[in-house]
C-alpha cells in the first residue's frame, strides 16, 4: 500500500512539472515598479499649457541603463519639438524682414541658437513620472531577465517662453560682440515672436 501511495505522488508530481513548463520565447512580466499606467501607451494630451513626451526602452538588460535610454528617447521628442516650434518663429522673422533663406550674416548665428535653445529646453524639462517593468524570459539556455523602462517629462509654456528669453539674450550679446547688427536685430525678432505667439495648443480629449 505505502509503495503505491509513493508511485502515484511521483506520478503527479511529474504531471505538475510538465505542467508548470513553459515553451521557449514565453515572457513573464514578474515585478512593476514606479507609478505605471496609461501614459506608458498613450502620451497625455497637452493641457493647462504643459506639453508631455515620453521615452521608452524595451528590452533593457538592466534597469539603471534602461531608464538612461528612455531619459535619451524622450529627450528626443523634446528636441523635435523645439526644432519644429523654432522654425516657425523663423520662418515668420525672416519673412517679415524680407530676409532670403540664405542670408550669410544672420545663417551660422540662427544655427548656433537653435542649439543652444534646443539643449536648454531638454535640460529645462521636468521628470514627471517613471515606470519600470520587470520580465522573465524562457530561452533555450534557461531563464533571462530584461526591463521596459518609460518615463514622462513636460514643460510649460511659460517655462519654455522664459528659456527661450534667456537664451535668445545671450546669442544676442555674442552677436553685438561681432557686430553683426542684422543677426542681433533678426534673433531679437524671433525672441518676441516667441513670447507673442500661443506655442502649446491645447488638444481636444476624445
Given at each position: 500500500?505505502?509503495v503505491?501511495v509513493?508511485?502515484?505522488?511521483?506520478?503527479?508530481?511529474?504531471?505538475?512539472?510538465?505542467?508548470?513548463?513553459?515553451?521557449?520565447?514565453?515572457?513573464?512580466?514578474?515585478?512593476?515598479?514606479?507609478?505605471?499606467?496609461?501614459?506608458?501607451?498613450?502620451?497625455p494630451?497637452?493641457?493647462?499649457?504643459?506639453?508631455?513626451?515620453?521615452?521608452?526602452?524595451?528590452?533593457?538588460?538592466?534597469?539603471?541603463?534602461?531608464?538612461?535610454?528612455?531619459?535619451?528617447?524622450?529627450?528626443?521628442?523634446?528636441?523635435?519639438?523645439?526644432?519644429?516650434?523654432?522654425?516657425?518663429?523663423?520662418?515668420r522673422?525672416?519673412?517679415?524682414?524680407?530676409?532670403?533663406?540664405?542670408?550669410?550674416?544672420?545663417?551660422?548665428?540662427?544655427?548656433?541658437?537653435?542649439?543652444?535653445?534646443?539643449?536648454?529646453?531638454?535640460?529645462?524639462?521636468?521628470?514627471?513620472?517613471s515606470?519600470?517593468?520587470?520580465?522573465?524570459?524562457?530561452?533555450?539556455?534557461?531563464?533571462?531577465?530584461?526591463?521596459?523602462?518609460?518615463?514622462?517629462?513636460?514643460?510649460?509654456?511659460?517655462?519654455?517662453?522664459?528659456?527661450?528669453?534667456?537664451?535668445?539674450e545671450?546669442?544676442?550679446?555674442?552677436?553685438?560682440?561681432?557686430?553683426?547688427?542684422?543677426?542681433?536685430?533678426?534673433?531679437?525678432?524671433?525672441?518676441?515672436?516667441?513670447?507673442?505667439?500661443?506655442?502649446?495648443?491645447?488638444?481636444?480629449?476624445?
Amino acid at each position: 500500500m505505502k509503495v503505491k501511495v509513493v508511485g502515484m505522488v511521483a506520478v503527479l508530481g511529474l504531471v505538475f512539472s510538465c505542467a508548470a513548463k513553459k515553451p521557449i520565447g514565453t515572457q513573464t512580466l514578474i515585478q512593476k515598479k514606479g507609478e505605471c499606467g496609461d501614459w506608458i501607451y498613450s502620451i497625455p494630451k497637452t493641457k493647462d499649457g504643459i506639453a508631455y513626451f515620453r521615452g521608452a526602452k524595451t528590452g533593457a538588460v538592466s534597469e539603471e541603463g534602461g531608464l538612461n535610454d528612455a531619459r535619451m528617447h524622450a529627450a528626443q521628442q523634446v528636441a523635435e519639438m523645439v526644432k519644429t516650434e523654432a522654425n516657425v518663429d523663423y520662418e515668420r522673422a525672416r519673412v517679415e524682414y524680407g530676409i532670403p533663406k540664405d542670408d550669410k550674416d544672420i545663417g551660422s548665428v540662427v544655427r548656433d541658437a537653435f542649439i543652444a535653445l534646443s539643449d536648454a529646453i531638454v535640460q529645462g524639462v521636468k521628470e514627471v513620472k517613471s515606470c519600470v517593468e520587470k520580465y522573465e524570459e524562457i530561452t533555450h539556455e534557461g531563464v533571462r531577465y530584461f526591463f521596459n523602462v518609460y518615463t514622462l517629462v513636460s514643460i510649460s509654456e511659460d517655462d519654455y517662453k522664459r528659456i527661450a528669453a534667456r537664451v535668445f539674450e545671450k546669442e544676442m550679446e555674442k552677436a553685438r560682440a561681432m557686430k553683426n547688427e542684422k543677426a542681433e536685430k533678426f534673433l531679437d525678432k524671433m525672441r518676441e515672436e516667441v513670447q507673442q505667439r500661443r506655442m502649446f495648443k491645447e488638444e481636444e480629449i476624445e
